[in-house]
T-cell receptor, first 113, second 113 residues
């Protein structure tokens, strides 16, 4: 597609449940990033994938968070045993490198009740 | 390594000018600027790769002083459509534009008619 696609757009889940967030990046983009944004806050880095290299997981806040990128394309961010502090908008971005910028998806708004 | 943005908020009348600054304590290879409107994903404005480089986009331009490790975004003759939160993202590595960006906390710009 022409842009970065994220699904679902909204997710309400009960505390303690697992959730999966999906990102379909722009075809051919080398790098894929996950960030999260709490209400009125900045962009918090979570994880970064580039080609076949080992992902940079340095931003994952706890071992309840994991992500994978299959076939160098679609990525899934999984949050296990969700907590209320996980509520945020989760943004995925893809990036071709060089003198270009990130293209962000519309995000998944996660609400843990 | 999070850059510091200033000011935190700016209120303008249509037609007025504004400057948003982004400073880093680390040596920078590139600086990105994004604008995010309420409820939407951040949108890429421009990337600056070299010291002292100036770029323009509509009536929005930016400079990058590599020696001072800072970038400034200039909004000239502001329009209502310029309202939103502006984020700078810095990339500290040399030789590549890949790798994670460190985003500032954002500057909220409001333009009134």
């Amino acid at each position: 597609g022409a842009g970065v696609s994220q699904s679902p757009s909204n997710k309400v889940t009960e505390k303690g449940k697992d959730v999966e967030l999906r990102c379909d990046p722009i075809s051919g983009h080398t790098a894929l990033y996950w960030y999260r944004q709490s209400l009125g806050q900045g962009l918090e880095f979570l994880i970064y994938f580039q080609g076949n290299s080992a992902p940079d997981k340095s931003g994952l806040p706890s071992d309840r968070f994991s992500a994978e990128r299959t076939g160098g394309s679609v990525s899934t961010l999984t949050i296990q045993r969700t907590q209320q502090e996980d509520s945020a908008v989760y943004l995925c971005a893809s990036f071709p490198g060089g003198g270009y910028g990130y293209t962000f998806g519309s995000g998944t708004r996660l609400t843990v009740v | 390594q999070q850059p510091v943005q200033s000011p935190q908020a700016v209120i303008l009348r249509e037609g007025e000018d504004a400057v948003i600054n982004c400073s880093s304590s680390k040596a920078l290879y590139s600086v990105h600027w994004y604008r995010q409107k309420h409820g939407e994903a951040p949108v890429f404005l421009m990337i600056l790769l070299k010291g002292g480089e100036q770029k323009g986009h509509e009536k929005i331009s930016a400079s990058f002083n590599e020696k001072k490790q800072q970038s400034s975004l200039y909004l000239t003759a502001s329009q209502l459509s310029y309202s939103g939160t502006y984020f700078c993202g810095t990339h500290p590595s040399r030789g590549s534009t890949l790798g994670r960006l460190y985003f500032g906390r954002g500057t909220q710009l409001t333009v009134w008619p």
